[in-house]
């Protein structure tokens, strides 16, 4: 079973900064099977990137994702006050089907 | 817009099963796998199991064979069962659409479950 494992566990940035989350598996992924969210405070979370670089439909452009491999980054451009969240990385595998999630990065905006 | 809402009892009791319905609005539930994850408070996000359309089902080993989906192509609906909880199992229940085979485009709002005699 792939581990992922996101770091900082914390992130206190101040608006119009730019925020990099890292989420990192515990061996070598396929991109199309890398996916990040956002949850904020009492919400369901919210579908930012799928297949590790690919936003999704309505996202802000100041948000990309990017990576390879066992390394993947979120990056969040010129941040806002409403960034304030928590930031899930998720892999699916296929054999047999499984979906992990990373522990979370909270993110909060000064 | 694909809309998801979770409708379940509000408690259950240890050793009884959790029994939650999700009814999809704006699409139809054809073709898609369809999903189950939970939280519990203050704590990440954990896969519970998927169904597709089809029927066809597979869930996380760390549930044990307690986990049970069933579909209702005819009323949009996909539900869940979870046997034998315990307080371990209260957390807030998600259903969310899967449209690819790898991530989570459309979610339910979540529904909190409680154990609890």
């Known amino acids: 079973e792939i581990v992922l494992t996101q770091s900082p566990g914390t992130l206190s940035l101040s608006p119009g900064e730019r925020a990099t989350l890292s989420c990192r598996a515990s061996?070598?992924?396929?991109?199309?099977?890398l996916a990040w969210y956002q949850q904020k405070h009492g919400q369901a979370p919210r579908l930012l990137i799928q297949?590790?670089?690919s936003r999704a439909t309505g996202i802000a452009d100041r948000i990309s994702g990017s990576g390879t491999g066992t390394d993947f980054t979120l990056t969040i451009n010129r941040l806002e006050p409403q960034d304030s969240a928590v930031y899930y990385c998720?892999?699916?595998?296929?054999?047999?089907?499984?979906?992990?999630f990373g522990q979370g990065t909270k993110l909060e905006i000064k | 817009q694909v809309q998801l809402q979770e409708s379940g009892p509000g408690l259950v009791k240890p050793s009884e099963t959790l029994s939650l319905t999700c009814t999809v609005s704006?699409?139809?539930?054809?073709?898609?796998?369809w999903t189950w994850i939970r939280q519990p408070a203050g704590k990440g996000l954990e896969w519970i199991g998927r169904?597709?359309?089809?029927?066809?089902?597979h869930w996380n080993p760390s549930f044990k064979n307690r986990v049970t989906m069933s579909v209702d192509t005819s009323k949009n609906q996909f539900s869940l069962k979870l046997s034998s909880v315990t307080a371990a199992d209260t957390a807030v229940y998600y259903c969310?659409?899967?449209?690819?085979?790898?991530?989570?485009?459309?979610w339910g709002q979540g529904t909190l479950v409680p154990v609890s005699s």
């Open positions: 297949g590790a670089s």
């Open positions: 704006g699409g139809s539930i054809s073709n898609y796998y």
């Open positions: 969310a659409r899967d449209p690819f085979r790898s991530s989570f485009d459309f």
């Open positions: 169904i597709y359309s089809s029927g066809s089902s």
């Open positions: 998720q892999h699916y595998g296929s054999s047999p089907p499984m979906y992990t």
């Open positions: 061996q070598s992924v396929d991109t199309k099977d």
